[in-house]
């Protein structure tokens, strides 16, 4: 990814992530070292910040700075506690002291904190991660790839709209083509979710001067010749993504029109957040703070916001919110978050 002008102060994760905080205190030393503009917020224990800190040069230091933190986010934590590392890259965020955060920890625990941090789009109930694919003709966008597991048809098409913009504003692809993932592209294929979805979409309207062009198959995802977004549940997107990089792994990497992050954006909440794999290599983790440092830069999820809510007005037959309770008067978020380990990746 190309590195664009302007100062980004990313707050990071130091203890989010399978092998961390080693490979994290890695990737953020190679991020810092790539960006001359690039500020970042160490969350985590003095000591493991301090072996960031050690390892710059006298100038790069200038554009370090610390908060001691020294609880991490469990795999099970969905309420993440208030002095965890990622509560407390999200309460910098909020409060101002950075711009944007990364983690590779608990998915679950970070969507859940950011949703409560920073409150939901009043029109998304579920948010939505977004990964960017390197395709053979180009990057394709996926979503959700583990924001939420639930396949209604409503969110699937709400997420069309977010993948579309998205993909606009993000990665600067004109007229984005969006296509819902399914077992085969003639119309009536695939289960009932996919089914009802299909015309909601086909009379649906999508941001950015963007056109469904119908079901597309998993091949689709690693050619992008039929489309440019990718729609489907988080469950479905998680193992797709995770077999998609399995297989470049086996065939010696992506491919030639590679460098999309291995991270994913999460879109829906009202701040710039990037979750890489717990499983993250240094590069990983260093392309993730490179996206979201892009993504703060190019006001991504401002921009998308302000391309959904330009949309036309529900006319009462979108039913996203399902049956959750009604929004209490007043609540700045819209509605309660309530994640558990049925409704998000890990």
Not at 130 to 155: F, M, Q
Not at 210 to 234: K, S
Request: hydrophobic share 45%.
């Amino acid at each position: 990814m190309t590195t664009e002008p302007g100062t980004a102060r990313i707050a990071v994760d130091l203890l989010g992530g399978d092998d961390a905080p080693a490979v994290v205190v890695d990737g953020a030393l190679r991020a810092v070292r790539a960006d001359p503009d690039l500020h970042l917020l160490l969350v985590g224990p003095t000591e493991v910040a301090a072996g960031v800190v050690d390892a710059l040069t006298p100038a790069q230091r200038t554009r370090i700075t610390i908060r001691a933190t020294r609880t991490a986010a469990g795999s099970a934590d969905h309420a993440p506690r208030a002095d965890s590392t990622v509560r407390a890259a999200v309460f910098a965020v909020r409060d101002g002291a950075a711009d944007a955060l990364v983690s590779a920890g608990s998915t679950g625990a970070t969507v859940s904190a950011a949703a409560l941090g920073f409150g939901r789009w009043a029109d998304v109930r579920r948010p939505a991660l977004v990964a960017t694919l390197p395709a053979v003709s180009g990057p394709v966008i996926l979503l959700d790839v583990g924001g939420s597991l639930e396949p209604r048809p409503a969110t699937l098409v709400r997420h069309a709209a977010l993948g579309a913009a998205f993909a606009a504003v993000a990665h600067a692809i004109d007229a984005p083509r969006v296509g819902l993932l399914s077992v085969g592209t003639e119309a009536g294929k695939g289960d009932r979710p996919r089914r009802t979805a299909d015309p909601l979409l086909a009379a649906a309207p999508l941001p950015c001067d963007a056109r469904y062009v119908g079901l597309v198959e998993g091949y689709d995802v690693t050619l992008g010749v039929h489309a440019d977004v990718v729609v489907t549940d988080g469950f479905t997107g998680n193992v797709l993504l995770k077999a998609i990089e399995g297989a470049y792994a086996m065939a010696g990497g992506p491919p030639a029109s590679g460098g999309a992050p291995r991270a994913a954006a999460l879109l829906g909440v009202a701040g710039t957040v990037v979750v890489c794999h717990g499983a993250a290599t240094p590069d990983d983790v260093a392309s993730g703070i490179a996206l979201a440092a892009h993504l703060w830069r190019r006001r991504a999820t401002d921009r998308v916001r302000e391309q959904l809510a330009a949309l036309p007005a529900d006319d009462g037959t979108d039913q996203e919110r399902g049956d959750a309770p009604a929004r209490p008067a007043g609540h700045p978020t819209g509605y309660p978050v309530v994640v558990n380990e049925a409704e998000v990746g890990t």
